[in-house]
């Protein structure tokens, strides 16, 4: 199963809070409390995100943390890099050399064809559209949003 970290998890949570209000910082212990985290935990996913460039720290009674630019500009795939380092769905895919069998293996090229989609998906998705509400249609089913169109494009572009 393919999966990100729970502190991944953590920063695009903590990320989505502060995307409500982008002129005003909000301290730690405010985004912890309102995204329901432990302040040691919120502390360091904010410490990530600020020495990646996509939060900023000001110092100061009214400071705080706040995102670099606005939601929409931040991609998923931006955040993941962030807290987890390159994307890659297998080790040979995001370096030459970590697998005994590279030579011989016929997977490869797919395999890193097939993360580069992935990739792809996930810069095509940003955090505003990861923190936009679902709507649903009358049978109940989540209707489709821009996002979609988007990741059809992806597919299609790999294809």
Known sequence: MLRISKLTDYATVLMAEMQSSLDEPRSATVLADQARLELPTTAKVLKILAKSGLVRSIRGVNGGYQLVRP?????????????????????????????????????????????????????????????????????????????????????????
């Not at 929409?72 to 895919?93: F, N, Q």
């Not at 490869?108 to 097939?114: G, H, P, Q, T, V």
């Not at 089913?141 to 494009?153: F, S």
């Open 71 to 159: 939601a929409r500009e931040i991609s998923i795939a931006a955040i993941i890099r962030a807290m987890e380092g390159p994307i890659a769905l297998t080790e040979c895919g995001l370096e030459p050399g970590t697998c005994p069998r590279e030579q011989d293996c016929s997977l490869r090229s797919n395999w890193r064809r097939i993360g580069a989609t992935v990739e792809q998906a996930l810069d095509a998705m940003t955090l505003a559209d990861l923190a936009a509400p679902n709507s649903t249609t009358e049978d109940g089913h989540i209707a489709e949003r821009n996002v979609d169109q988007r990741l059809k494009i992806v597919a299609r572009n790999q294809a």
